[in-house]
């Protein structure tokens, strides 16, 4: 199946410095990306849809200008965490779409990052 | 709509019985589901998918069953192995622009051996 590799899977940052996220779907193109955020024993909760060369499309109460991102390529998106505060501590996780597999619908995740924010 | 922040709900079964994880969805025109398995400190999993033309799919030891009319999707886990214990989600993919995948509440699977 399609790969999607996201890296790093930690970081540890203080508060107040930016933190970049970044996502590549390995063996096939991905025209568009989806960012997720979970909290500790809680479901994933979508942020945003990052679409190859153009806005990425934020989620109701997601700040566009804290959590930026960039989908430059049709392999790689990156989310990046601003002037990051405690509160934005939490497991990031990307995904894609293979719109050339067998399933289009289906998506494909990455590791995840467990950002912390000290 | 999106999933609300509540805590995971807990499935604990015997190893080798069967398990039956429940799944409201929320979205009538949503026409592709997903069980996705997700181990600690890990992105999910696929497991099986069921397109909204079908109220039944199996795969190997899973079978997902789609009830359309009360929008309730539920996964089956034949004899229960100590490997399946995992948080599980169900996630719909809404037929709309966007095309957005949305994530149930989830559930915890414990399998006791």
């Known amino acids: 199946g399609a790969v999607v590799s996201q890296h790093p899977s930690r970081v540890i940052c203080k508060s107040g410095t930016s933190v970049k996220i970044e996502c590549r779907s390995l063996?096939?193109?991905?025209?568009?990306m989806f960012w997720y955020r979970q909290f500790p024993k809680q479901s994933l909760m979508l942020m945003a849809t990052?679409?190859?060369?153009?806005?990425?499309?934020?989620e109701q109460g997601v700040e566009k200008d804290k959590f930026l991102i960039n989908h430059a390529s049709l392999t790689l998106s990156t989310l990046t965490v601003t002037s990051a505060h405690p509160e934005d501590s939490s497991f990031y996780i990307c995904?894609?779409?293979?719109?050339?597999?067998?399933?289009?619908?289906?998506?494909?995740f990455g590791s995840g990052t467990q950002l912390s924010v000290l | 709509g999106e999933s609300v922040g509540l805590h995971l709900p807990t499935l604990s079964v015997q190893e080798g019985d069967n398990s039956i994880i429940n799944c409201a969805y929320s979205?009538?025109?949503?026409?592709?589901f997903i069980w996705y398995k997700q181990e600690s400190g890990k992105g999910p999993q696929f497991i099986i998918d069921i397109r909204s033309n079908m109220d039944k799919r199996q795969g190997q030891r899973v079978t997902v069953l789609l009830n359309k009319t009360v929008k309730h999707l539920s996964l089956q886990i034949a004899a229960t192995q100590p490997g399946d214990s995992a948080v599980y989600f169900c996630a719909e993919k809404e037929n709309t622009g966007g095309f957005k995948t949305i994530f149930g509440a989830g559930t915890r699977l414990f399998v006791k051996a």
């Open positions: 979205n009538s025109a949503s026409d592709y």
């Open positions: 063996d096939f193109q991905a025209t568009t």
């Open positions: 990052s679409n190859e060369g153009s806005k990425a499309t934020y």
């Open positions: 995904s894609a779409r293979d719109l050339q597999g067998a399933t289009r619908e289906k998506l494909f």
